[in-house]
Structure formats: C-alpha cells, structure tokens
C-alpha cells in the first residue's frame, strides 16, 4: 500500500488532535464540577419529651480541649449504632420546651464511597495569620446581595448562613455548650442584613413597600449597629444636589440588621458532653427554623471529597466578627489539613464569625453555570488535642459537610428524608 495523499492524511490528523482536545478538556471540567453523592437515608424512629433546660450556659468565645485531626486519627471506626446515637437530636422549641428524637440510618454502606482524606502537616496557628486578609463588606451594594446576603446574624453572638428560606446553619457551640442551652436560646432570633434608608422615617420617592418597615425597625434591636455609628453628622440637612451625593460616606448606607425569631433549633446528641467522646468537633452544626422566612435567596449544601484535591483549593466564608462590629466580614484562604470530618485553614477570623457557612464554587452537572454551595461550617479558633497526652494547640477549624450530615440537616430542612437521597 502506497502512501496516504495529504488530503486524506491531514484531516484525520486535525480530528485526532481535537478528540484528544475534547478529552482533555472534559477531564478539566470534571475536577471543577460539583460530584453527584448518593447519600445514606437518616429516619425517624420515636420522639418523646423532655424536662425543661435551664438555659443557664454562657457564649464561649473559644473552645478547648477538642480532639483535633491528629488526635482522631487513633480513634477507632464509629459503628452504625454510634452513628445513630450521635445523630439523634434533641429539639428545642420557643416556649422553652424541647423533645429527643431517635434516628435510624439506612443505606451508609452504599453511599460511604467518602475518602480517607492523607493530609499534610503544614498547619499555621492563631486566628490572624500575620497581615490581616479580612474584606470589610459595609457597602450596601455588596452586603445585601448574594451570595453574601445569605449570612445572619445569630442574637447568641454567632454567625450563621440560609440553606433553605426559613432554616440557618450555624454552629452548635453557638447554642449550647456540651451541657445546657446558652441563655439567649429561648428568647433566640436570627438577624438578616436590611438597607437602612438615608432619609429616615419619611415617605421618600420609589420606596414602596420599604416605608411601613423603616418605621418599625429602628427599635433596640438596632442598637447594636448605631453604637459604632455614632458620627450621625454626616447626615445634617437635606443634601445639596450633586456635591452631597458623591459625598454620602460608606457609613451612612451600612446595612443594619431585621431581627426574626426562631421557631425551633435542632442539635444532634453527638455534641453533648459525654456521648461522642473525642468526636465532639464532628458534630459543632446546628439548624434554626425561622418563624418567618425571610425574602432572601438561599445558599444550598454540597458535599465534596477532599478540598486539597480540587485545582483552586479555597474555601470562602463571611461572618460578623466581633473587632468589627455591624459590619459583615468576607475571607477567601486554602486549606491546610482535612480529615474526613474537620478542616484546618489559613482563613483569619475574630470570634463572632463562628457558625459561618464556608463555600466553595464549582460547574453544575452537564452546565457550564457555576454555583456556590455550602460544604461546611467554621467553627471557630480552638484549642485542639494534638497528641491525645493533653497538649493542645490553637486552630482555626470548620466542620465538613460529609454524605451523613448532608442527609441529617436535609431531614431537619425538608421533613421528609425521601427528597435527601442525592447530594
């Protein structure tokens, strides 16, 4: 057989190169696109009643005696029997009541296909790593649009962020200490980011609906945002046309805050002291269900595999930090260390950020539109058992979103753990 003619050899050649191309570039879109996890199915076996809590703890503004990544590696596998314990929940209620739910757990062999995370020991301490990386976000324009309008505020002192219209996903320490409820959890509600209006309680032009809420929001609910935003100066007259618009400060449209009670809170039985021994971080999430659910879009949960392994690596999370009080503060950072159940970063938080979603962005399924979920929740700088001898050390730590929680907090959401079958 003689040689292929050029115009034969040419064509195959270019079709080779972009199935190769093609193949690439799939493999690419893979590894910034959000995985499909079937989850394990987390049921209800019984409710009964509870005594009444004291609701006598106090806010911690850090944690100790955590056991730490390293120090859980020598702990020994959890049995599905344990894992139901620790994801049964107790529920408090608004009146002060609150009930024990008994869960089983269904399909965890099939759906744990969840890694064992090999993590790496460079880790930084401290909850400000050198210069401090934080963005204020005080500008209207950002903070009371998403994706950072899904972050609240959780009267406790905490932080929190919307997975669904009425639910917030804060951290578990931010409600109850290992032993009682903290003292503000019966009288619990939500903060969500509001535009305080420049011209007060007048009617104003193109306001619409917004008149009848300026006239009942500036209570002492709001007292919080005006301590620090005392120059009230700025605002002296009506204004002088052009020169008085260029000039309107920062301060003057920060956002301040609609204050919503909540209905109920759930905390699963793994935080309690004394049930999880050693695996308490694992379990520092909670879920409140607002009385009223706020006209604000929701961030949805994602589980991912390992952080490490994805090609950018960051994680992303805005909170209310106490050292910068009424504003909302955003941080991106990568991730130090991971197991299966914490994450170490390098992100510099204050306490008040606690309860704060952390996200990541990633391609849907077959799209090319990028979504941001929400795959764990900060827990706040603590004090962490290295060794297991009592040594401990300072982390900024976040727990992870993994297949169990993704289907405990979907049944706490939705009622009904038959629409929690896919992550």
């Known amino acids: 057989m003689g040689p292929l003619p050029l115009c034969v050899l040419l064509p195959v050649t270019v079709l080779a190169v972009v199935v190769a191309v093609a193949a690439e570039q799939n493999a690419v879109d893979d590894e910034y696109t959000w995985p499909q996890w079937k989850?394990?199915?987390?049921?209800?076996?019984?409710?009964?009643?509870?005594?009444?809590?004291?609701?006598?703890?106090?806010?911690?503004?850090?944690?100790?005696?955590?056991c730490g990544i390293e120090c859980q590696r020598r702990l020994p596998v959890s049995s599905?029997?344990?894992?139901?314990?620790?994801?049964?929940?107790?529920?408090?209620?608004?009146?002060?009541?609150?009930?024990?739910?008994?869960?089983?757990?269904q399909g965890l062999n099939e759906a744990t296909?969840?890694?064992?995370?090999?993590?790496?020991?460079?880790?930084?301490?401290?909850?400000?790593?050198g210069t401090d990386t934080r963005?204020?976000?005080?500008?209207k324009q950002f903070s009371t649009k998403y994706p950072f309008s899904t972050t609240v505020k959780i009267s406790t002192g905490c932080s929190g962020v919307l997975v669904s219209p009425k639910h917030v996903l804060t951290a578990a320490h931010c409600i109850h200490d290992g032993k009682d409820y903290l003292d503000g959890v019966k009288k619990l509600r939500v903060g969500i980011l509001k535009v305080k209006s420049r011209r007060g309680k007048g009617k104003g032009r193109g306001g619409r609906g917004k008149g009848k809420r300026r006239r009942g929001d500036k209570d002492k609910e709001e007292v919080q945002e005006k301590e620090e935003n005392d120059g009230k100066g700025d605002r002296k007259g009506k204004g002088k046309g052009r020169k008085s618009r260029s000039r309107r400060s920062v301060e003057s449209e920060k956002p301040s805050f609609r204050w919503t009670r909540v209905k109920?809170?759930?905390?699963?039985?793994?935080?309690?002291?004394?049930?999880s021994d050693g695996l308490a971080a694992d379990y520092d999430y909670a879920v409140l269900e607002l009385k009223k659910a706020p006209k604000v879009k929701h961030m949805d949960l994602g589980v991912v595999p390992s952080l490490k392994k994805l090609p950018a690596g960051r994680i992303h999370f805005s909170g209310f930090d106490d050292d910068r009080p009424g504003n909302l503060v955003y941080r991106f950072c990568s991730v130090s260390d991971e197991s299966n159940d914490l994450l170490y970063q390098y992100c510099d938080a204050k306490p008040g950020?606690?309860?704060?979603?952390?996200?990541?962005?990633?391609?849907?399924?077959?799209k090319k539109k990028w979504k941001r979920k929400i795959i764990g929740v900060f827990s706040g700088h603590q004090w962490v058992d290295v060794n297991g001898d009592g040594r401990q050390q300072d982390y900024n730590v976040a727990v992870r979103i993994t297949p169990l929680k993704y289907a405990q907090i979907c049944y706490w959401v939705h009622g009904d753990s038959s629409e929690c079958k896919v992550a």
Do not use: C, M
């Open 135 to 139: 963005f204020t976000i005080s500008d």
């Open 113 to 129: 296909a969840w890694s064992k995370n090999v993590s790496s020991s460079s880790r930084h301490k401290r909850e400000v790593y």
């Open 264 to 275: 109920q809170t759930q905390v699963p039985k793994g935080w309690f002291k004394g049930v």
């Open 80 to 105: 599905l029997d344990d894992l139901e314990q620790f994801l049964s929940y107790e529920t408090v209620y608004e009146n002060g009541t609150r009930t024990y739910t008994s869960v089983s757990v």
């Open 39 to 66: 989850v394990p199915l987390v049921r209800k076996r019984r409710t009964v009643p509870l005594s009444t809590p004291d609701f006598s703890a106090r806010p911690q503004l850090e944690l100790s005696g955590t």
């Open 353 to 366: 950020s606690s309860g704060s979603g952390v996200y990541i962005r990633l391609k849907e399924p077959g």
